[in-house]
């Protein structure tokens, strides 16, 4: 259909409409709240005015209705991130996409192409030319703007075929979404798609959301922001090995009165985030001070994530030995007057990696910060640690192993993608020819010259 040189119409309802309907789905949510907090209420009362066997008998009174509540206000966050979901699809069909372009792209390229009359251009006949001769050389003008208008148009169409398909499978996708219902898959996907509520932990509580599902929700939720600039943000990170010989009277590790001394180290390096490896919880509000008096207008705040307590000795003329101490990792960020804005990422569980080990390892944790910077691009920074200082090698190699069994970025992978031991040999297979075809072409060429070596090298 052709309307004001738009080749193309829009899917008839457009994202804002779906995102509307999404949330007047949540907002009759409300009314389910007030029923809890009302039966809620209302039973309190009840059971501070009986006793005995009554009251043993109306303790679990509410328990179904909270129970139907419950799986009602998930059923209804689940239908509505189904909304946003498909939404989302309609956004990429309508405006956003640039891989098949979308419809608002695809008719700008046709109107920019007319407006050049596609490329043709007209070669007058010349003075003294007849009328014939003139003639011809309008109809060659316009065969030539025909053709190249039909080859774009082709192009166009066969472009939009690939954009409808891509619109097609999201709404299959969708759909069998909704008919399966709320469930721990599903749910995780929209979490990490932007299209359920960042609090959506504490809704679908029997989901586990991993970190990855956190810090995924955080990135779609600024997938709007403008992209991180080369001079946006620096980062440090400075392992404090802050357990590294503590010990009475030594004075070689991290001790107390050392924590100016890293709030020196992260001002000299000029950066906007430091992460901190392997630090005591007890040095944070001294390294924050000192932060802030070294760099007067950093307005600098630190977030920490304890992975173990253990006991610290002080190189003081005491000894003095601190039970307990809270042992992690630590984020710093150099807010300013207004430049940076930071939000903690609730990694939920997943915080913590591992629990100390009878075998003299630290536990294991990671903390992940979300950072805005002054043009408006978000950035998720994260740092985790592990310890083992007095581990055996043995335990070593379990722990390795253990991290390698649940971490690993291709086990992950291939679990989520839910191939075969076939299908991974197979994807090994391709992979090792390639690299071994790559080697054997490099080995077959010619050395660089010397004087190359440093061509395109910048840093």
Request: aromatic share 6%.
């Amino acid at each position: 259909m052709m309307l004001d040189s738009s080749l193309f119409d829009p899917y008839p309802v457009d994202a804002p409409q779906l995102q509307a309907a999404a949330e007047a789905t949540r907002g009759r949510l409300d009314l389910v709240g007030t029923l809890l907090a009302t039966v809620e209420q209302e039973h309190r009362a009840m059971m501070s005015a009986i006793e005995g066997d009554l009251a043993t008998s109306a303790q679990d009174a509410p328990t179904e209705v909270l129970r139907v509540a419950s799986t009602v206000q998930q059923q209804a966050h689940y239908a509505a991130g189904c909304l946003e979901e498909f939404g989302q699809a309609v956004d990429r069909y309508n405006d956003a996409s640039s891989d098949p372009r979308s419809i608002s792209r695809l008719n700008a390229a046709y109107r920019e192409a007319m407006a050049t009359d596609f490329g043709a251009a007209y070669t007058p006949a010349g003075a003294g030319a007849t009328l014939e001769q003139r003639s011809e050389a309008v109809d060659l003008f316009h065969q030539q703007r025909a053709g190249a208008e039909a080859a774009l148009l082709q192009s166009l169409h066969a472009e939009k075929l690939r954009l409808d398909s891509a619109l097609e499978d999201s709404a299959t996708q969708v759909k069998a979404m909704l008919d399966r219902g709320p469930n721990s898959a599903d749910i995780r996907t929209l979490y990490r798609s932007g299209s359920l509520p960042i609090d959506s932990p504490v809704i679908f509580t029997d989901v586990r959301f991993s970190w990855w599902d956190r810090a995924q929700a955080w990135v779609a939720r600024s997938a709007d922001t403008p992209e991180v600039g080369s001079d946006d943000l620096r980062v440090m990170t400075l392992n404090i090995g802050g357990n590294w010989k503590s010990e009475p009277y030594n004075s070689d590790g991290m001790d107390p009165g050392d924590a100016d001394e890293v709030a020196k180290r992260i001002i000299n390096q000029d950066v906007d985030v430091a992460t901190l490896q392997e630090v005591w919880g007890m040095d944070l509000d001294q390294i924050q001070d000192s932060l802030n008096e070294l760099d007067p207008d950093g307005n600098w705040d630190i977030e920490f994530q304890s992975a173990s307590s253990k006991k610290r000795f002080d190189d003081d003329w005491a000894g003095t030995l601190y039970l307990d101490q809270p042992f992690g990792n630590a984020i710093a960020v150099r807010q300013g007057d207004g430049d940076l804005a930071y939000q903690r990422v609730d990694l939920g569980d997943d915080a913590k990696l591992d629990e100390p080990g009878d075998d003299g390892s630290d536990g294991r944790a990671m903390i992940m910060v979300a950072v805005t910077t002054s043009s408006g691009a978000t950035v998720n920074v994260s740092t985790a640690h592990t310890d083992y200082e007095g581990v055996s090698e043995e335990a070593q190699a379990d722990q390795i192993e253990d991290l390698r069994e649940t971490k690993y970025p291709l086990e992950l992978l291939r679990s989520r993608l839910e191939l075969s031991d076939d299908e991974v040999e197979q994807l090994d297979t391709e992979v090792t020819a390639i690299v071994e075809e790559s080697v054997a072409f490099a080995k077959a060429g010619t050395d660089p010259a010397p004087e190359d070596a440093l061509k395109w090298v910048y840093a």
